[in-house]
């Protein structure tokens, strides 16, 4: 399995906490967030991950140009902000495997990866997303979905309980390639929001542990949750 991991973000929200370090290198008991992230998937048999990095891109490229394991690390660097659609289009054209994993740098969701897979080869589907149940959807905006498949997305702010975007996409190599999208755009925006009735996506409905440590009260919190979800060796 082969993934892109979204690093190359500037963090504002957490830039107060973790001054002068992209949001991945936010050390969790000691060690990159990255790390963490790195280590479950290459746990789970991946054996090719490329980094997307901009924001501070040194920082993450001298962490991590030698990685001591298995797992095979190369970098997409931007020159100029591509927004979270352009990196992965950038990324994808490094990609080897014909469909790849697409994570968030500053999120890990319990995901099992293999089954994911599976299930997006079943249905032979251009776009699989990974779901989380939450007790409140607020912050995330919920997913509405009818067994595996994803109806529509509702705007942050409604509480209650509910799947959100874990921010885990299984998609094919070539996708962002067949559709017509400008050099800078936002995946969420323009290729799940206005193309979710040409995609038809998948939906994998995950469970377990997750965090975003995005803003400042769920990076505290993570500080001793991770490091037990995640032991490093």
């Known amino acids: 399995m082969e993934a892109i991991i979204l690093a190359g973000g500037k963090g504002t929200r957490l830039a107060g906490v973790v001054p002068n370090l992209p949001k991945p290198m936010a050390p969790i008991a000691g060690h990159p967030f990255l790390r963490y992230l790195l280590q479950s998937l290459q746990q789970q048999g991946f054996t090719r991950v490329i980094l997307s990095i901009g924001h501070l891109a040194a920082e993450i490229r001298n962490g991590f140009a030698h990685w001591d394991g298995p797992l095979e690390i190369v970098f997409c660097e931007e020159k100029e902000p591509l927004g979270t659609g352009g990196a992965i289009r950038a990324a994808m054209r490094m990609a080897q ?27 032979a589907i251009a776009l699989s997303l990974a779901l989380m149940p939450v007790p409140d959807t607020a912050r995330y905006g919920a997913v509405q979905v009818d067994g595996t498949h994803v109806l529509g997305f509702s705007e942050k702010g409604r509480t209650g309980p509910g799947y959100i975007n874990a921010g885990v996409y299984l998609m094919q190599r070539n996708l962002l390639e067949t559709l ?8 969420e925006e323009q290729v799940l929001m206005q193309h979710l009735h040409d995609l038809h996506p998948s939906a994998f409905l995950a469970s377990g542990y997750f965090i975003d440590i995005g803003i400042p009260e769920d990076y505290a919190r993570a500080q001793e949750e991770l490091p037990r979800h995640i032991p490093l060796a």
């Open 180 to 187: 017509h999208l400008p050099e800078r755009f936002s995946f």
């Open 97 to 123: 495997s014909e469909s790849v994993f697409v994570l968030n740098g500053d999120t890990f969701a319990t995901v099992d990866y293999a089954a994911m897979q599976q299930q997006h080869i079943a249905e």
